[in-house]
């Protein structure tokens, strides 16, 4: 198994941190401007800011085959534009503690995509740890009010669940092939295209909202945009996605205790008990492969 050296420890970390805030500041962010708009403003101060990291860093020019092109700004498109979307319609009513640990089933829906599509194997654990992993977010659900806009947006945090997965299976062997941090910019200009079907909203969000809501947008452009995918991909680069995956689960315990601070969110017990009974279910998924199973993805 590859060791951890410091500096991938401190990109997870980093990571890990960043990603938990940004569920609380896209609530926040949500409450000036509409899901499109907050979505696509975004993702284009992260590929702005990206470009100015790269032509300071003097990287800007990143050789790169049509092939591997197509893939990264698809897995741009899937990773990062569709996911933002669909999170911030879901954080519309689905308090972003509980987004993050839905969110957090990353690991157990990457290891299933790399069943699905990388012929992968699975034992008996592995599938128990997805049935505890789908017990816990159905406590969630049940956790909240029983209405049918919250499990609407129940399914958009999972579908953006989805999305990550995917990103993860695309873009692990071109890791191999080209640095993260070009890899980052491709993906985050992939994202910002298909988006631009936003611009109408975005135009309408900017004469209409506060100066403070654009400053949490600009705060997830940059940090949890820009600085959270590449230290991400960099940890892709030296571990396997699985495993780099597996520290995800720490994400939700910083986003729940931010968004109990900044948003006043306080979590009832029963969500609570799903999130630990999902979280769970993630470990046991990674337990057993590390045990049994060697899955690189």
């Known amino acids: 198994m590859t060791s951890l050296t410091l500096k991938t420890k401190l990109a997870i970390l980093t990571t890990v941190v960043l990603w938990g805030s940004a569920f609380v500041a896209i609530r926040a962010g949500l409450e000036g401007y509409s ?53 911030n319609y879901g954080e519309i009513l689905v308090p972003s ?12 829906v ?8 990388l012929r ?16 816990g977010v159905s406590l969630i659900a049940l956790g909240h009010q029983a209405e049918f806009g919250f499990y609407l947006s129940i399914l958009y945090v999972i579908f953006a669940t989805f999305a990550v997965g995917c990103y993860n299976i695309l873009q692990k062997p071109l890791l191999q092939r080209y640095k993260a941090i070009h890899l980052t910019a491709y993906a985050l200009w992939g994202g910002t295209i298909v988006l631009l079907v936003f611009l109408p909203n ?17 705060y997830l452009g ?10 991400w991909n960099y940890a892709l680069s030296t571990i396997p996605a699985s495993r780099a995956a597996s520290f995800l689960y720490f994400m939700p315990i910083f986003a729940t205790i931010i968004g109990w601070f ?8 029963v969500a609570l008990a799903g ?12 337990h057993s492969y590390k045990r049994k199973i060697k899955v690189t993805v």
């Open 35 to 87: 899901p499109g708009g907050l979505a696509l403003l975004r993702l284009l101060i992260s590929s702005v800011a990206i470009y100015f990291v790269l032509y300071r860093s003097r990287k800007s020019r990143m050789p790169i085959k049509n092939r591997d092109l197509y893939r990264v700004l698809f897995a741009g498109a899937i990773g990062i534009g569709f996911y933002n979307i669909a999170l």
């Open 262 to 269: 900044w948003l006043g969110e306080v979590p009832t017990l």
């Open 120 to 135: 992968e194997r699975i034992n008996r654990y592995g599938v128990f740890g997805m049935c505890l992993s789908v017990v």
């Open 110 to 117: 990457t290891t299933l995509l790399a069943i699905i599509f």
């Open 222 to 231: 940059i940090f949890p945009g820009v600085v959270g995918y590449s230290t």
């Open 275 to 286: 999130a630990l009974i999902a979280l769970l279910g993630v470990w046991v998924v990674n």
């Open 202 to 218: 975005l135009i309408h969000d900017l004469q209409h909202t506060t100066l403070k809501s654009t400053a949490i947008v600009v």
């Open 97 to 108: 503690g509980m987004a993050s640990f839905i969110v957090s089933q990353i690991p157990v």
